[in-house]
Structures are given as C-alpha cells and as structure tokens.
C-alpha cells in the first residue's frame, strides 16, 4: 500500500492547497511529536529549521504549535540547509529534524523533510506509522497541559553548522588565493555559504544571496546553470559553486566556463578517493544516471550500482551496499564519510580541496563522455496516467527502438504533478522520437 501524503523526498506540494497548510501542518507535527513521544525515551525534542519562502512563516508556527500540543520542546534554527538540520539533529540529541522545505520547486510549494535521531531520513516504515496517526481524532493525541512542549529558538544553527563542516577538513585548509563564484538560489545557504568559503581565505562573489520569500529558485540557482556560468566567466574565478533551495544540490562551473553536473563531480570524488583508498563499497547512482558514468566505474573497475530516484534511496543503498559515495545527475550528492543526506557546500568543499592544491577545476572533472541525454517534464493533473495501456504500449515501442542503442526511463514525479521522460543515445535522432512517442501517449 502507498503512502497518503508522503512522497520521494518528504512531503511537497502547493502552498495554501490539499496538505500544505496551517491546518496539515498541525497534524504534521502532532503526529509526528506523537509517534517520537511514544519510543518513551528521555528527551521529547524536535528540532526545525527552513528555506527563504515567505510561506515559512505561516507553516512554521502551525508545526511548532502540533509538536508542542504532543509533548515536545521544540528548537527553531531558522533558515539553514538541509544537511546542517540533519548534522544538527544528531548532534544536540534529538529525537526529531524537520527541514520546512520544496527544495528546488518555486516559492509558491513548500513541504517537509523529516529526519531522525541518527541524521537519517526516516524510513517508509516510519512515514506510513506517522501517516495513520495523521488521520486519527486530534484530540486523541494532545497531551495534558502541564506536560505541554516548551519553544525556543537558536541563533547560531549556521555558526554551528559551519563548525562541523570545517572538522571534516585538516586545520591547516586554505583557499587563500582562490577565487569563488556562489549562487545560492536566495535559499537557505544564502548565510553559511559564503560565510564558510570566505572563512577559509576565498575570495566570494556572490549572486542568489538576498531572499526576499518570493525569489527562491527563481532564474537562479542549480536548476538555472547558466547564471552561475555567465557570473563566473564575468568574474574570472577559478571555481561557481550553485547551489538549490535547501543547499542540498550542486551544480559546478569550472574555470573555462563548463557546466558540470552532479555525474561529473561523482566521478571526480570516487576517483580521487580511490586513489587515496578512500572509497568504500563502489558508488550508487540511480537511474537518471548517464550510462558514460556507468561505463567509466566499469573501466575504472569500480562497482556501480543503480537505485530508485531519491537521495534517500540512495542513502538507503549505500547502507545496504556499505558504500560512502553515492548521489544523482541533479546534483544530490552523499558523502557517506561526513554526511546523511546530500550537501552542496559540504561537496563543494571537497572539490575545492583538490584546487587548493593546485589543481584547476577543468583538470579536476571531464573524466568520462557523456552519452546525449535528453530529459522533458510533462504538467499533468493524474500521474496515474503512466499506467494507461496507451502509455505502457508506447514506453515497449520505444524500448524495442532503443535496444542495444540507449534506454528510456518513464516515470512519475515524487515532489510535482509531472511525469518525466527521460531518454540517452549517442543516435540524437533516435532520442527525439522515442521522447516523441511517450510523449503523445500522455498530452
């Protein structure tokens, strides 16, 4: 059985409409307050952090009000990225993380990303035990008032954050002499991003930094690479850093002005960590991963393993397959060694630990070709479309085209009413037609 209000990653969706409201929000975090207070361990702590969007405001002391309502004493942090709320959570003991965020979706979505005690994504397990306490009576769960969660917020999340990045690094780490571009898509990394590189010595130019709850994600950040690419080349840096909503996406720009996408930068990182016998485990990818990148591991002689799309899916494999590195073409990248989840300033600072070594970023990426991928997202208002005969018919056409030439990929959106088709061959034609085909299926 499927879950209600829980997708891919958390739950996502339009402000003001179905599950994201003050309302829902609520009964978010009674549930939630109520399925942690229940484990009856000591502490009854939850921990919130956000985005830029202006709908935070409104989400945030509904949820605040729900885990209150259920026992727990709460702590907001304020805008900070994703990562820094997982490393938070483990750190100060809590029983409970959750990031107010769409991540890379416009200002007019918002949603949730729950994390547990150990910094880890909570399981389906988790999501569906929480979902049915979510439809029980209210009333059945609020606690008596003098047992009520006390609210305090915390100043220094991103100092704090900032702290446990730079312990993962020697203390002798330098970029003095490094210049940097950063977009930080007016979201949550808009403080400790540059914050942390110009700490190190870096010379930060920054664009995405004055949010205003309107502008997240809006012509900017790591869904729009070419703004960190025309900022980097106007600026001469040796390294552009994108980043998405909640921080947990990069994007990279080298110093010639190459886009690099997350498949590169997962084949620069597990190369150089074989090299220092570092990896662990070979690397998971998912399945929008470019098939040259498969290729590469195979010749590199490095295990290669595909997982469902979602950092948490790949987090979940790397588990399974005792592997430190994983992460998807978008950019979410796992450095299993010193996070949970993806982090974009975590991974940008490992990428720009080789540059101050000497090395340029243009050396550094580039290791594989990529085969031509093409990939198209179609607004629909009942995914379940992808199951109509029309469609299924149409993805086994377009397979027996592709055999042995390339692969198509069909699939639902978790975080938006899309469906996706993705499609990679090095016969450009080909794609184009097999996209074509599914494509009518649907429209």
């Known amino acids: 059985m499927g879950k209600r209000y829980f997708g891919t990653d958390g739950i996502r969706g339009a402000v003001n409409q179905n599950k994201i409201n003050g ?6 975090g009674l549930a939630a307050g109520t399925y942690f207070r229940n484990l009856k361990k000591k502490k009854q702590i939850a921990i919130i952090a ?8 409104t989400l945030e002391p509904a949820l605040v009000s729900g885990l209150a309502s259920a026992g727990m004493h709460v702590f907001t942090l304020g805008p900070l990225p994703t990562n820094g709320l997982a490393m938070l959570t483990k750190k100060m003991n809590a029983n409970l993380g959750i990031m107010i965020t769409a991540s890379h979706n416009p200002f007019y979505d918002n949603g949730l990303k729950l994390f547990g005690p150990d910094g880890l994504k909570l399981s389906d ?3 569906k035990r929480i979902e049915k306490l ?5 009333s059945k769960h609020l606690t008596k008032p003098s047992v009520l969660g006390r609210v305090k917020r915390l100043e220094d999340a991103n100092d704090n954050y900032i702290n446990i990045l730079k312990s993962n690094f020697p203390k002798n780490f330098s970029l003095k002499g490094i210049k940097i571009a950063v977009d930080c898509a007016n979201g949550a990394g808009y403080k400790s991003a540059p914050k942390i590189f110009k700490s190190l010595g870096a010379k930060v130019y920054t664009i995405g930094t ?6 997240i994600n809006s012509n900017c950040g790591s869904t729009f690479p070419n703004k960190i690419k025309y900022f980097s080349n106007k600026k001469k840096v040796d390294l552009g850093i994108s980043l998405d909503g909640d921080a947990d996406r990069i994007i990279i720009c080298d110093e010639k002005g190459k886009i690099i996408d997350g498949d590169q930068i997962i084949a620069m990182i597990a190369l150089r960590w074989k090299n220092k ?7 998971i990818g998912t399945l929008m991963s470019n098939y040259g990148l498969e290729k590469f591991f195979k010749d590199k002689k490095i295990k290669f393993t595909r997982t469902n799309v979602g950092d948490r899916y790949v987090k979940e ?3 399974k397959n005792k592997c430190n590195l994983g992460g998807e073409q978008s950019g979410h990248i796992i450095l299993g060694n010193f996070a949970t989840t993806g982090d974009g300033i975590l991974v940008a600072l490992e990428v720009l630990y080789s540059i101050s070594k000497g090395k340029k970023a243009s050396e550094l990426f580039n290791n594989f070709k990529q085969v031509p991928q093409k990939l198209i997202n179609i607004n629909i208002k009942d995914k379940s479309i992808i199951n109509s005969k029309k469609c299924k018919k149409s993805i086994i056409t377009a397979k027996k085209l592709l055999k042995n030439k390339g692969r198509i990929l069909v699939r639902p959106s978790g975080t938006e009413p899309k469906i996706r088709i993705m499609c990679e061959s090095n016969d450009k034609k080909l794609v184009t037609k097999c996209i074509n085909l599914v494509k009518r299926s649907i429209n």
């Open 125 to 127: 397990k988790i999501e």
């Open 317 to 319: 494999a790397m588990k």
């Open 50 to 57: 956000k985005d830029t969007r202006l709908s935070g405001y």
């Open 277 to 283: 016998r570092m990896l662990k485990g070979g690397v």
């Open 23 to 28: 309302d829902m929000f609520f009964k978010f």
């Open 210 to 215: 004055s949010p205003n709850g309107l502008n």
């Open 134 to 138: 979510i439809d029980t009576k209210i």
